[in-house]
């Protein structure tokens, strides 16, 4: 936390853990910053990284000091948390005993979130191998001699999402006149659309 001094301008009033080194340029640099005013400031720089709120009720600064590609904004809740243990008028004690809390609870939140973005990470990567597989099954069925040109058309756009006229035709072994009559008959029935800017087919879903 900074306060304001009349002869040494902003002021480290405490802080947890109690080793945190803060320069005394970024100190005066997030006082400036504030300028007294209610707000919340972000401090990106070289070898610092801080998102901060001004207590206009009680003066003070509160500064969360965060690892280098943290993200502010995903920390302002912490300090909301923190803002409303300085409106109960605790004690310096008691308020340091709030401050360890808080930063323990910051440290949840960065834990909950990279767990959470790991889990994404995973579950994106699951599906991508998936659709992996799906497009080589789909691919190994429409090479099938035994399939009709209807099947294989929808297998192609369902592979796909959207082919060319020209394409189809290269992949599907059969008549133009055949084709196009599949075609026909598929859009009639709105299984598939037609993209008249691209000459283009796609599954209707």
Do not use: C
Not at 30 to 36: A, E, G, P, R, T
Not at 123 to 128: G, H, I
Not at 178 to 188: A, E, H, M, N
């Amino acid at each position: 936390m900074i306060k304001w001094d009349e002869v040494l301008g902003g002021n480290i009033y405490m802080k947890f853990p109690e080793d945190l080194e803060i320069p005394d340029n970024v100190v005066q640099q997030i006082q400036i910053s504030h300028n007294f005013v209610e707000s919340y400031i972000t401090i990106e720089e070289k070898d610092w990284n801080s998102i901060s709120y001004y207590n206009e009720n009680k003066e003070i600064i509160i500064v969360l000091v965060l690892d280098k590609y943290d993200d502010g904004s995903d920390y302002t809740v912490i300090l909301d948390e923190f803002k409303k243990e300085l409106e109960l008028e605790l004690k310096d004690n008691k308020l340091k005993e709030h401050l360890e809390r808080i930063y323990n609870l910051s440290l949840n939140v960065f834990r909950t979130r990279d767990e959470v973005i790991g889990k994404l990470s995973n579950e994106v990567a699951q599906l991508k191998t998936m659709e992996y597989d799906l497009k080589k099954r789909f691919e190994k069925i429409t090479e099938s001699n035994h399939l009709k040109v209807k099947s294989k058309i929808q297998f192609l756009l369902a592979i796909n999402n959207e082919m060319e006229y020209k394409e189809l035709r290269n992949a599907i072994n059969t008549s133009k006149s055949w084709l196009d009559d599949v075609l026909k008959t598929l859009s009639k029935i709105k299984v598939v659309g037609y993209n008249s800017e691209k000459d283009s087919y796609f599954l209707n879903i």
